[in-house]
C-alpha cells in the first residue's frame, strides 16, 4: 500500500451491526433498513473493501461495545496522512457504510449460500396443517 497510510489506530472503524438491516437504531444500525444488509460479517466487509481500493484491517478479536456477542470489526482508511482521499467517490464513513451495504448482498460466499438455501427449501417437503396444543 502507500507510505502514507500506515497508522492503522486512525482509521475508521466499521461495526458489522453498523449496516445489519435486523438491528434497530437504538442497537447499532447507523444507515437507514431498506438499504442496509442483513447479517454482514467483517470478511464481506473487507471483502467490499478490497473492492473499492481501500485499505483495512479486520480486527476479529474486537467486539461492539453495545452487544459484546458481536465480534470482529474492520478498520479502513478513508484519507491518507496529507488528507487528501484515498478513493474519492467515497468521501465519509456514511458513505462508505452505504456502499458496503449495496456489495454485500453481491458478495460471492453469499450468493453461494443463497442459492443452497433456495434449493433446500424447494425439494424438501413441508408440512401443512397445526401443529401446537390443544385448546381446552
Given amino acids: ?31 437507514c433498513a431498506t438499504k442496509a444488509c442483513e447479517n ?16 483495512f484491517a479486520i480486527e476479529i ?9 458481536q465480534i470482529g470489526r474492520v478498520r479502513v482508511c478513508l484519507k491518507r496522512e ?6 474519492p467517490a467515497i468521501r ?4 462508505l457504510m452505504l456502499r458496503v451495504a449495496e456489495l454485500v448482498p453481491k458478495h460471492p460466499g453469499r450468493v453461494k449460500k443463497q442459492e443452497a438455501a433456495v434449493a433446500s427449501t424447494t425439494s424438501g417437503s413441508s408440512k401443512s396443517g ?6 381446552r
Avoid: H
Fill in 1 to 31: 500500500m502507500d507510505g502514507q497510510v500506515l497508522n492503522v489506530k486512525k482509521w475508521n472503524i466499521i461495526y458489522p451491526i453498523y449496516i445489519n438491516s435486523k438491528k434497530t437504531i437504538a442497537e447499532g444500525r447507523r444507515i
Fill in 40 to 55: 454482514p460479517t467483517c470478511i464481506e466487509i473487507g471483502d467490499c473493501c478490497s473492492y473499492l481500493k481501500l485499505p
Fill in 61 to 69: 478479536d474486537k467486539a461492539y461495545p453495545r452487544d459484546f456477542m
Fill in 82 to 87: 496529507d488528507g487528501t482521499l484515498v478513493n
Fill in 92 to 95: 465519509s464513513k456514511k458513505q
Fill in 130 to 135: 397445526k401443529a401446537g396444543k390443544k385448546k
